[in-house]
């Protein structure tokens, strides 16, 4: 603890891992993530751990499966296309309630795609991912600090919830190096206990079974009935976010990960220009700080969400507020915005946004959107320029 | 302060170390810093090159799309950074390897014989080191004091007597002048 | 007289071929290519037979072979 | 004066972009020369993998389609299923076929899927940087296992050629090595056959081809050459371990 060094994102997230206690490690070689098993490699065997090199991702999360199933902390990860194959066994540990860690380096795609930064894997995350009714919880650090302190919370999650957790991290964020400080005491293993339903000596005790089936009439829907709630107690208490400058905004950009920490340059640069402009950036995505959003859309007048993906993550603000607030995207699938670039689309936005509130407050402003009526009208009436952008849009 | 660099050489001429230095020195000096490199499929031969970031806010970006300063070891990486550079920025050029000449009236221009001052101190291999020096030197984003601090720590394996050679070569880079 | 030309724009300077000449006639050039390699040339004209057994080892086809 | 060597037709005219002193661009070159001199350039569909050779793709000049690692051998048994008539082969390295991909390698040559499988055995993962792979030697130092590889961490290496040889569907299986000209010319001679099997339908055929890896070895490329020849081969003994012809002797004598 206390002082700062430089680590590169893949190292800090290995090393964070490591310090919060765990001692199994299984993957296969995938870029951009290959600091990782590589860290492991050489750093598990010191503390006792094993670390395996499997066959391919298929076996590396079948690995995980088996030591999850022992109580054991263990971890694995991969970059897009390895992912995709460990959804198979993600579901077999979620349908078995086995709690582990896993960390998505993403990179471009579909397909093979590149090996450059991109958000293209947020739905596959923050939906479960693999096949049938689960979720897992997913932690998005947009820093390299994050990157060495989230493992802890992580597994702190997984084990009180008992299911799989993630970081969704990305190429920028395994591959930069930057001042890291590890904020939390090496956990030892030693220290923790068994819960009940670890698999291992069964001396002097009840067999136990570990198991993601049940095909006893009415009885996985139970099952499933009972993991739904386990959800909602989560989405009530274990949501993470960080807003900033929000108070007065009438523009609030909304990010995640890498393209939180641009859009954050963007915000000043807006601050700088006199733009009341705030930045709000969910940490966990799922849980998603969806009451947080809406409230956030009755002062605000407009969101703007940047993501380096198609639109997937703007899917989730816009559920959350419900259409009560427009919600505009700045897209950049697979590629990676700069500063100014995302300044300019925010500075677009700001200035289309709908007349001011403060000139006509929410409540008096409200009759005029009546239900059925084309939500375009007041826009026609005062907001010029943003008449303009928008026709040439449409065209 | 912000100072975002770009440094590119052919592989093994030490702009991806020279750049890990670089941040470490600005951590040392408490500084934000980030270092990111250009991964490309290729593993070894071709030009490497790597992002850096210096500044007393937050780093929002560690990719330099628009540097304030690039280092320019060899001379496919002229053409790719000379045109990337903001106006009035830096551009600290290795003339010993480097004939073109660059183009850009805009910016000013630092041509270092790095390769050539790196050889009169002993070896080629410290042509990286010049030319940080120079970019210490002419920019001030972190100090020759700092990077010699720094030189330990990112080289931990090496000899006191290599890490000396290292610090002649920063100092010797620190005299050069940009036009 | 038979003789090799080295393409430079595709020479890696892996040397490869060095070892493949039996005349030993191959050396490498110790200029800088443009793609940042010191490139494999015919340093002695008169001793090369024209085997190609230096392009049947070549990983970059840049060995031309006349004969 | 006349170029007796000319670009090889089945090889696009560019760059390659792998790392000097790689093997990758000898059997490049090898495949492209076969693909010509067979004439079966413009009926041949090739599979490129995930790894190095993944951009094998832009270099072979006929039909490319690149898939999923190690998954090569079922796209081509599906494109060899669909269209008979073209020759179709996977160019994998050791990851891609002996790791992820083993099952496909296996159950392929059980089929005896009328396919040519270039294999390209360097005891490494390049594109990735140097992880271990299932072909790396005991001892043999890898990013994954930076001590060295011990059997009782990781195993031991897999011998593909040995391995498949007790099915009887691989029909012809073939091991050379590309680290002399001498040996280059006998690869040659190997991707010929295993293309000329292909094409008289006698089933699967697989060349395994010991390759250098400079980069990943973190050798020099005059010392991998030796590093062949000293340590891989005495480990992956050069020779072929199955040929049609031994097939059709052992069905003709079982008759």
Known sequence: MGEKILMKGNEALAEGAIRAGCRFFSGYPITPQNEVPEYMSWRLPDEGGTFIQAESEVAAINMIYGAASTGMRCMTSSSSPGISLKQEGISYCAGADLPFFYANVVRGGPGLGNIAASQGDYHQSVRGGGHGDYRVLVLAPNSVDEMANFPKKCYELAFRYRMPSMILADGILGQMMEPVEFKFEPVDPKSFKEAGWELGLAAGRRKRIVRSYDLREGELEKINAARLKKYREIEEKEVLFEAKQCDDAELVVVAYGTSSRIAAAAVKMARDKGLKVGLFRPITLWPFPKKQLAKLAEKSRKFLVVEMSMGQFVDDVRLAVCGRIEVDLYARPAGIPSGEETFAAVEKSYKSMTPARAAAPAKTAKPKGKPGRPRKKPAKKAGRPAKKTRKGGRR | MYQGIRMSGFGGQGVISAGILLAQAGLLEGKNVSWFPAYGAEMRGGTANCSVVVADDEVSSPIVSRPDTAVVLNEPSLAKFEPMLKPGGLLIVNSSLVNTKPKRTDIRVALVPCNAIAQELGTIKIANMVALGALAGLTGAVSIEAIAKALPKVFKRAKPEILELNVKALKKGAEAKAE | ?67 | MELVNKWPAGLVEMPLRYCPGCGHGIVHRIVGECLEELGIRERTVGVAPVGCSVFADDYFNCDMIQGPHGRGPAIATGIKRSKPECIVFSYQGDGDLASIGMAETIHSAARSENITVIFINNAIYGMTGGQMAPTTLIGQKASTCPRGRDPKVNGYPIRICELLQSLEGASYLERTSVHTAANAIKTKKAVKRAFQNQIECKGFSLVEVLSMCPTGWEATPLNSVKYIADKMMPLYPLGVYRSPEQREQKEGGAA
């Open chain 3, 1 to 67: 007289m038979p003789e090799i030309k080295v393409n430079e724009r595709l020479c890696k300077g892996c040397e490869l071929c060095t070892s493949a000449c039996p005349k030993q006639c191959i050396a490498m050039s110790d200029k800088f290519s443009t793609t940042g390699y010191y490139p494999a040339m015919l340093a002695k004209q008169e001793c090369c037979i024209g085997c190609g057994l230096c392009a049947q080892i070549c990983p970059d086809l840049a060995i031309e072979v006349y004969k």
